[in-house]
């Protein structure tokens, strides 16, 4: 009977012990600060922009000529100082293209005219008495004749890249005017008039 007694009380002193709640403790110290941890991956490059190119564009419009003696030689940019003649001279890339049936022909390269006629054109670039210019001038023509004939041409256009690097990619195809264009972020609103030319 004894026993049964103290375990009664045992349980109801443990039931107490168990159902009474003290107070929260104060909170501990803030402990010191960890390593930094290491660094992330590389993210991926972004794309590249598009727009605001630095290349510039000129068209001569309309023009005849053999390219001989200078008929089709342009002068680009003018009044260069010493530091920029250097710089056209070796510092940008040159495209041609040539209009004509409503197609634009890379330079160098065959072009094709009315009459089933074709002719053969490349050109050089230089800069002469503080004129940046291109010449273009003939290699050949469709009817074998000794002394060019005379070409017209919708429109020649010049375009300049003064970087080099960029020319180099193989992402773009530089023969395609068009493709060109698209990929410099230029547009018909970038178009510069360009002057004939008389070497001096």
Request: charged share 20%.
């Amino acid at each position: 009977m004894l026993k049964k007694l103290l375990f009664g009380i045992c349980v109801c002193f443990v039931a107490l012990l168990v159902s009474c709640k003290g107070d929260d403790g104060a909170v501990g110290p803030v402990g010191a600060k960890g390593d930094t941890g290491a660094t992330g991956a590389t993210g991926p490059a972004g794309e590249d922009a598009t727009g605001g190119s630095s290349a510039i564009i000129l068209t001569t419009g309309a023009v005849t000529g053999a390219g001989t003696n200078g008929d089709l030689s342009f002068g680009l940019v003018d009044s260069l100082t010493t530091d920029e003649a250097s710089f056209y001279d070796s510092g940008v890339a040159v495209l041609v293209y040539a209009k004509s049936l409503g197609v634009w022909w890379p330079l160098p390269g065959s072009v094709q005219f009315t009459g089933n006629k074709a002719s053969g054109f490349t050109f050089v670039h230089g800069v002469d008495s503080g004129v940046f210019f291109v010449d273009i001038f003939t290699t050949g023509n469709s009817e074998g004749l000794a002394t060019a004939p005379v070409r017209s041409f919708d429109d020649i256009r010049v375009v300049l890249l003064p970087d080099l690097g960029a020319r180099r990619s193989s992402e773009i195809n530089w023969n395609n005017y068009e493709e060109t264009i698209k990929a410099l972020g230029l547009t018909a609103a970038d178009v510069k008039k360009a002057a004939v030319f008389k070497k001096k």
